[in-house]
C-alpha cells in the first residue's frame, strides 16, 4: 500500500454551484456527491456499474458516478437529480413519473430521470425502441418498466408542446 | 467495494503520459474511461501504486476519414464514435460503438482502452479485426505500428511494453462494394457478450464473394477468425446451402469454455448463428441496401 498520498484539489460546478474541495484520487464522484457535497439525492445500487441508480450528467452526458472518479470529474459541470426542479416547479419528466406511477420504491428514480433527461435532450419524440435503449442501463426492480414507458412518453409530449 | 489508495498523475498530453509511464513502470497503470479498470480498482483486482490518468489529452479524440483511411484516436469514446461520421459510412462501426453496453458506460469508455485491455469479450476486437486494422503504439522512443493480430497476443495480453501506450486505430476505408457487420447476444445490454460475430466481405458484380473476413469474439482466449468459414464464402454466390457451410465451420473453429454464459456446445451453437447472421446482414450493406443491425438480448 503506498503511504503519503497526495489529496488532489479539485473545482466542480455542481447545479450552477462551484465547489472547491481537496480529495483522496481514490475518492469516486457517487461519494464526492453524496459525501462531500451533501447531495444525497443520487443513490448507490450495485457499485458495480450496472443499475445505474447512481446515474449523472458530467459535462452533458450522462455517467455511472460509481464508475468515475471524482479526480476525473475536475473542471467538470454535473447536474444530479436535485438540479432538475426549477424553483419549486418541479421538471416535467418529474411531474410525469409521479403522475403515471413510474416509480415504486424510488431508489432506481434519480438514475432513471437523468437518463431519461438524456433521451429527451436527443430526441424530443423517441419510439419505444429508444426508451428502451435509453434506460437499459437503469435496473428498476418494482415496477416492470411499463410506468416508466408511460412517464417518459408523457414527459416528452409536455416538453414539445412547451417548446412550441 | 472501495479501490485501494494509490499515487494520482494526470497527463496532458501523449508524450507526457509516455514520460510519466516510462519513469514509473510496472507499478502505474493508465485510466482512460476507466469503464473496465474502476470495477476492477473496487474489487481490488488491480492495486496499482500509481494512477496515471489519460482523460485530460485532447489530442487523442479524432475519428477521421484521410485519404480513404479511417483513423480512431485511442481516447474517442464509444458514443462519439457512435454518432460519427464514420458510423455510417462504415456500418459495422456503427453497429459495434452503438451496442456496447448501455449510454451512461459508452459516454465513458474508449475504443484504445477496450483494445489494449484485450479481454477476449470485448466487443471492439473482433470489429477491428476484420476491418484489417492497424494499431499505432507510442512510447519515449518513438512510434510503431503493428497489425492487430500481432498486438493482442493472449487474454488481457497485448504486445505493449511497459512505456508504451496505445494512440490510434486505423484501417482502410472500405470500398463501395464493401459491407460488414457485427452481432452479439447478451443477457442484458450492461453484461458482456456470450457470443459475438463480426463480418466485412466484398462481392463482385455477380453477386459472388471476393473476399471475406470473419471474426468471432467471447468463444476463445482471444478474437478467433474464423478462415474456413471465410473460404466457405469466397467465390461462392450465397445461398442457404453455403450460409450453412459457413455456420458449421465457424461453430467448429470456435473454441468456448463453457461458464455462466453457457455451455461449451451452447457457445459453439450459438456463435455460428451470430456468423450466419452477420453473413445476410453484411451481403445485404453490400449492396447498398440500408439494414439495421441490433444485438440479440436474451
Given amino acids: 500500500m503506498p503511504e503519503n498520498i497526495q489529496k488532489v484539489a479539485i473545482e466542480v460546478q455542481v447545479n450552477g454551484t462551484k465547489y472547491n474541495r481537496e480529495v483522496e484520487p481514490r475518492l469516486l464522484l457517487v461519494d464526492l456527491l453524496r459525501d462531500h457535497l451533501l447531495l444525497t439525492g443520487t443513490h448507490i445500487g450495485c457499485e458495480t456499474t450496472y443499475c445505474g441508480a447512481c446515474t449523472v450528467m458530467l459535462n452533458g452526458a450522462t455517467v455511472k458516478s460509481c464508475t468515475v472518479l471524482a479526480v476525473q470529474a475536475d473542471q467538470g459541470e454535473i447536474l444530479t437529480v436535485e438540479g432538475l426542479i426549477q424553483g419549486d416547479q418541479l421538471h416535467p419528466l418529474q411531474e410525469a413519473f409521479s403522475a403515471c406511477h413510474g416509480l415504486q420504491c424510488g431508489y432506481c428514480t434519480p438514475g432513471l430521470l437523468m437518463s431519461s433527461l438524456f433521451l429527451l435532450q436527443n430526441k424530443s419524440d423517441p419510439s419505444d425502441s429508444e426508451i428502451r435503449k435509453a434506460i437499459a442501463g437503469n435496473v428498476c426492480r418494482c415496477t416492470g418498466y411499463q410506468n416508466i414507458f408511460s412517464s417518459i412518453r408523457s414527459a416528452a409530449e409536455t416538453m414539445r408542446k412547451s417548446k412550441g | ?298
Fill in chain 2, 1 to 298: 467495494m472501495y479501490p485501494s489508495a494509490f499515487h494520482y498523475h494526470r497527463a496532458s498530453s501523449l508524450a507526457e503520459a509516455v514520460s510519466i509511464l516510462a519513469e514509473l513502470g510496472d507499478d502505474a497503470k493508465v485510466i482512460a474511461g476507466g469503464q473496465s479498470l474502476i470495477p476492477l480498482l473496487k474489487l481490488r483486482l488491480a492495486t496499482p501504486e500509481h494512477l496515471i490518468d489519460l482523460g485530460f489529452i485532447t489530442e487523442l479524440s479524432f475519428v477521421e476519414t484521410e485519404q480513404e483511411r479511417v483513423s480512431i484516436g485511442a481516447l474517442a469514446k464509444h458514443a462519439q464514435i457512435e454518432s460519427s461520421s464514420v458510423a455510417k459510412s462504415v456500418p459495422i462501426v456503427g453497429d459495434c460503438s452503438s451496442g456496447i453496453a448501455d449510454h451512461q458506460v459508452r459516454n465513458r469508455g474508449t475504443i484504445g482502452g477496450s483494445l489494449a485491455e484485450a479481454d477476449p469479450a470485448g466487443d471492439w476486437a473482433p470489429v477491428m479485426l476484420v476491418l484489417d486494422s492497424e494499431i499505432t503504439c507510442v512510447s519515449p522512443k518513438g512510434e510503431r505500428t503493428l497489425s492487430l493480430t500481432d498486438f493482442i497476443v493472449d487474454a488481457y495480453a497485448t504486445d505493449l511494453e511497459e512505456d508504451e501506450l496505445v494512440s490510434r486505430v486505423s484501417f482502410a476505408a472500405p470500398s463501395s462494394r464493401s459491407g460488414g457487420a457485427f452481432f452479439a447476444f447478451k443477457r442484458s445490454s450492461q453484461v458482456y457478450a456470450s457470443a459475438s460475430a463480426a463480418v466485412q466481405m466484398t462481392l463482385e458484380k455477380d453477386g459472388s464473394c471476393r473476399d471475406a473476413r470473419i471474426a468471432m469474439g467471447c468463444v476463445g482466449l482471444t478474437t478467433i477468425q474464423a478462415l474456413e468459414a471465410a473460404n466457405e464464402l469466397r467465390g461462392q454466390v450465397l445461398n442457404e446451402t453455403v450460409l450453412a457451410r459457413a455456420g458449421e465451420a465457424a461453430a467448429s473453429e470456435a473454441d468456448p469454455q463453457g461458464d455462466m454464459r453457457g455451455s461449451e456446445a451452447y457457445k459453439r451453437f450459438l456463435v455460428g448463428s451470430l456468423v450466419k447472421q452477420a453473413i445476410k446482414a453484411a451481403a445485404r450493406r453490400c449492396q447498398g441496401e440500408k439494414v439495421k443491425v441490433s444485438h440479440f438480448y436474451a
